[in-house]
Each structure stands twice: as structure tokens, then as C-alpha cells.
């Protein structure tokens, strides 16, 4: 396993928004976060990116001073939460997992309510504005549906203008639609240059959103890089999937879905063929299906077929994707991050 | 800066103002149940007129001379009705002529009867020409202050002010905290002392709604007296609700669920509903209990309404309830606020 420390080509680190070095923090008998170091630039959008328990809401809530660390140094606009502390809440934008404002106040009254704590800040017209939540205005928070609710919990981060914004995993639990609405919310607010660090576990929303990604495992980060830069360092741009079978007619979904891996043994396909092909990477088995990352995926595919035919193996099935985050995690970890 | 202090504990106020307004269970228990609590016990507890004791007598003359006294309605029955009547409790005294007299029937264990026995012969005696020795003359009373209705409204109001202080807080931060409200509350910048002065205020405002309203209707339905300074009362319940708001914010300060801090709040307030003096004197109960009754905070609101209210004694003498009341408010706010979980 190898750590891809791939640092942003700009040199705006030199006075990084958030400064992290050597954080650590332990809940009872589990380390959550285990030595963690982390840069990130203003104007920068930056992702935590892993599954759950990787300790990505800890390191964030110790960001917000909600969270005090064992050890390590936190530094935020060149403040820390020691000494700073009132003047860092005036600074920053914070949405945390789950709150539930409360059902009986209208969208404006809550709204009100967190503008009435910063000295500074936009107006309650231009954040409903931001949010989408014109029509939403005087109704009550109880009749909001799932994405209105994160909605509003990103405005009530946002009324205080804050330098920089914390978002943690804005669209769990999300239908996808409301997904797309608030990562367009997300983009516009990069475009204004503010620095926004968020959590998620879905990789497509990290790539989507930050310009660079830490994955996180264990408390630690695993790679750290731009997306694409984390996808390169896997080595393909794509991966392919296929099962194979020595009947013909080969197998049908459900029955692949029953198959046991050991039938997909080195014994019946012969691995070094395959992996010798030029732009085949490397190779894996995940879920009873083998998987190549692959480059140049126009030549090796070809490639991958003649030497299955030569071998006298009938595809049963067989696709590809572009290589993602998601793959990335599972080549650094062997894991898939939503597999807990 | 300072204003804009100002507006943010406004904001916290006003809001929670609203939600309060907003819950219609919340309305019914702090306002009309006590106004109905109030209604039933005053109808239950009336004060009737003295009762008249039905007795009977086997002859006519006899029956005569019971009847001519007011406290008492006599028939005439034969001695086995009357007897039979006697069983039933239909009457509670037969009078039989006897050789050279006469005879009581009763039963002496029962009060009502041996009543009757005594108002019996007086009635006989009189008829046979008795003449008081000493001159009487009744003077009667029928004082407000000393119905059981005039005990039971100040004891209700105490309980009413513990109840929507200890609920009204408690519920509201517990679940707060339950919907991680509590938590994104503390990472904005609001000041942490503004949002419990919050409750404070809010409860202050409801007070004075929810203690008009039922000393109004104690006052026009039952006519319950106010004897001493309206000022004072008010002092009082403002001390006394305070005093129990902090007890609330104690009860709540570290409770993660609404079933923890339910039973937390059951557990604080029902030995003062049995122990505080709210349906019957709290010196009832025996001597090596009474200063740990005396010490609680319910007992001391309402000793000190009562003193109020019912025998018009002024602030100067309550120093005992006041200073209990007092101290009930600083322990538990100084112990919530260093224990109180924001998370």
C-alpha cells in the first residue's frame, strides 16, 4: 500500500486557510483519527474522502472546535481554537451530519435566528436567495422535504459570509436529484472563492465538487491529491470487468450473484496472459467478477479478448468504466468504501 | 456590538416564545389544565350547610318536640319500622317513651349519631321545660381563607409554576440536544450564556400569562383571598419559578434522551407532589421527615403562598422560604452550568 502524496502545482500553501499536523484523537478504545496531516489552500475546495468510521466527521468537528484533539496542531485563517475561539465561530460557515432545526420555526425565523449571532454577514433575502428556498420562505421546517432541509442548513452556514465553510456529508441520505441541486449550490459558491472543506463517502460527489481529495482510512490519509492525480496514480484510466465460464451459453445474472470466487480460480483462466497484455495494470477480483485497470482501453480490449478465446473461455460477462475515486480506495485498501 | 448582543437574545427569546405558542399539549397543560384541576377540586371540596340528622320517635308527642329543633327532621314510626330504619341508616336515633322518661337508640360510635342524640334531647328537654342555666347567643362564621379551596390554591399554583419550568425547560434543551441542534447552535458564535438566559426569559413572560390567569379564575370562581401584597405574590413566583427553571436545567444538563430526562423529572417532582403541602398539609407528616419536607423547594413556594395569600404576611417575616427558594436557585444553576453537555 502505498501513500500518494501528490501536493497542488499552485504554491498558495505557503499561508494555508487550514493547517493540520499531527492530529490525533481517541474515542474510548478506538483511534479515530491517527496522526493526520493536512494543507489547505484558500479559495480551495477540498474533500474527506472515506467510508464511515474513517474518522472524516472527527477531524472535521475538531476543525469546528466542537471536538477538543489528544495532540496536534489546528490552525484555521491563521488562528487557532485556544485563543481565537470567538473570533473563529465570526469567520466560519459550519454544517454538521443530521441537525434538525426545529419543525414549528418558518425557513426565515430560522434563518433570522443565525444571522442575529454574526456581527457580519449577508441578508436574510440573499441567503434564501442563494438556498432556493424563495417559495419556502414562511413555511414551516417540519413541511420541508429532505433536500430543503439540507438547503437550509447550508444557508443557516452561510448567513454569516464565512471565509471558509465546512460541510459535513451535505447530501447523505439525499435522493439524486437533490444531490445534483445542491452540488450546483456547492459550485456556485466555489466560483465566489470561498474555501470549502467537505466530508463525503460518495466518490462521484467528491470528484465532482474539490479540487483536491484526501482519502481517508483508519483515521489516516491514505492519498491525498487532485482526482484526477489520484486516478492516474492507480495507474489506468479504466477498468474492466468480466466473468467468464467453460460452458456455453455461460451464466446468467442471478447466477453469477450465487457463484463462488474459488470457481473463478487462477486454474481456469490463466492470469499471467492477461496480465502481461500491454496497458494492463494490475488485477483483482472483486464481488466474483475479475477486474483489470487498464490504459489505453481501445488496444487492450481487444487484447483481453483474443486471450480469453485462446483459453477457450466463454465471457458471460463484461464491461468498463472509467476508472474512479471509488477504485482508487479499493486498489489502496482492498476495500470498497461503502462495503461497512 | 452590544446591540447587536442584544438582538441575537431577543432572536433566542422570541423564538422560543414561538415554539412554546406553537405546541397546543404545551398550552393545555400549563393553562387550562390547572384551571381545571382548580374547578374540579373546588366543586368536589365545597362547603355545605350543616347537615340536618333525620331521627324518629314512636309517638307523635315525642315527634313533636324533635322537630321543633331546626338541626333535626322527625317522623313517627312504630318501635319495629324504627328499628328497621335504625339498621338501614335511614334515621340515626329512635326515641322510645319510657316509664317516667325516655330512651335514645343509637349507634355511639357514629358521630352523626351521637349528634343527633344530643340535639334529640335537647329538643325533649326543652319541650319538657328546661331552662338554660347561662344565656348563649350563636355568632356565626363562614370565613373565606379557611376553605379547603383556599388551602389548595396557592399548593396548585406551586405545583403549576414546578411543572412548566421543569417540562418547558427540560423537554425543550433534551430534545435539543437529541437533534444535535444543541451542538450546531454551539458552532455558530452565539454566546452560550444567552441561550439558557433564553429560557429564562421566555419562562418569564409565560408567568406572567400563565399565574394570571389562574389566580384570576381562583379569585372570580371561588372568590380565593389575596391578603397580602400583589407585589410580594409576584416576587414569589417569579423566585419560585426561577428557582425551579434551575432545577429543570439541572435535571436536563447531561441527559441524551427524552426517556433519560422524562424519568429524571418524575423522579425530581413526584416526592414534592406527595411531600410539598399541594392537596394537604405538609405537617402531616411525621416529625423525623419534616426537615427534609421542610428543605424542599416546593414546600418552601407553598408555605410561602399560603402566607401570602390566606394570612397576608409580608416579605420580612418569609426570610426561611425565600432564603430555601433562594438557595435552590443558585445550586443547581452554578452545578448545571459547570456539568451542562452542549452535545
Known sequence: MTVAAIHPVNGSLATPTLLIRGLRKAFSDVQAVDGLDLEVAQGESFGLLGPNGAGKTTTIEICEGLTEPDEGKVKLLGLNWSTGADELRQRIGVQLQETQFPEKLTVEETLRLFRSFFRRGISIDESIRTSQLEEKRHSRVGGLSGGQKQRLAMACALVGDPELLFLDEPTTGLDPQARRHLWDLVDQLKRAGRTIILTTHYMEEAERLCDRVAIMDHGRVIALGTPPQLIASIGGEDIVEFAVSHTEGGLNESGRAQLDPAQLDPAQLDLAQLTTIPGVQSHRVDAALHQLSVSELHTTVPRIFAALAAQGLHLSEFRTHSATLEDVFVRLTGRNLRDE | ?343
Open chain 2, 1 to 343: 456590538m452590544s446591540k447587536l448582543r442584544l438582538g441575537s437574545l431577543y432572536q433566542l427569546t422570541s423564538v422560543r416564545f414561538r415554539l412554546i405558542l406553537r405546541e397546543p399539549e404545551a398550552i393545555f397543560w400549563i393553562f387550562i389544565f390547572p384551571i381545571l384541576l382548580a374547578a374540579g377540586l373546588g366543586i368536589a371540596f365545597r362547603n355545605r350547610p350543616a347537615d340536618v340528622y333525620p331521627v324518629a320517635a314512636t309517638t307523635p308527642q315525642l315527634t313533636q318536640a324533635l322537630a321543633a329543633d331546626k338541626g333535626l327532621t322527625a317522623t313517627t314510626m312504630d318501635q319495629q319500622a324504627g328499628v328497621r330504619a335504625l339498621a338501614t341508616g335511614s334515621i340515626l336515633l329512635l326515641a322510645v317513651p319510657e316509664a317516667g322518661g325516655v330512651a335514645y337508640r343509637y349507634d355511639d360510635t357514629n358521630p352523626d349519631a351521637r349528634s343527633a342524640r344530643l340535639l334529640a334531647d335537647r329538643a325533649i328537654q326543652i319541650a319538657a321545660g328546661r331552662r338554660d342555666a347561662v344565656h348563649a347567643e350563636n355568632q356565626l362564621i363562614h370565613e373565606t381563607g379557611s376553605r379547603y379551596i383556599d388551602f389548595v390554591i396557592p399548593g396548585l399554583l406551586g405545583m403549576n409554576l414546578m411543572g412548566s419550568a421543569i417540562w418547558g425547560l427540560g423537554f425543550s434543551i433534551v430534545e435539543a440536544r437529541q437533534k444535535k441542534l444543541l451542538k450546531r447552535m454551539v458552532a455558530s458564535p452565539m454566546p452560550r450564556w444567552q441561550y439558557l438566559a433564553s429560557f429564562l426569559l421566555s419562562r418569564l413572560i409565560m408567568l406572567v400569562i400563565e399565574v394570571a390567569a389562574f389566580l384570576g379564575f381562583a379569585r372570580l370562581a371561588f372568590g380565593v383571598p389575596f391578603r397580602g401584597s400583589l407585589w410580594q405574590l409576584a416576587f414569589l413566583c417569579v423566585l419560585t419559578s426561577m428557582a425551579f427553571s434551575a432545577l429543570g436545567l439541572l435535571v436536563s444538563s447531561r441527559a441524551g434522551t427524552m426517556e433519560t430526562a422524562s424519568g429524571l423529572m418524575n423522579l425530581v417532582m413526584l416526592p414534592m407532589w406527595i411531600l410539598s403541602g399541594v392537596f394537604f398539609s405538609a405537617s402531616r407528616f411525621p416529625a423525623l421527615l419534616q426537615p427534609f419536607v421542610r428543605a424542599l423547594p416546593l414546600t418552601a413556594a407553598n408555605d410561602a403562598f399560603r402566607a401570602n395569600m390566606l394570612q397576608g404576611v409580608s416579605l420580612n417575616h418569609l426570610a426561611a422560604p425565600v432564603a430555601i427558594l433562594l438557595a435552590w436557585l443558585v445550586v443547581p444553576f452554578a452545578v448545571a452550568l459547570r456539568i451542562f453537555r452542549w452535545r
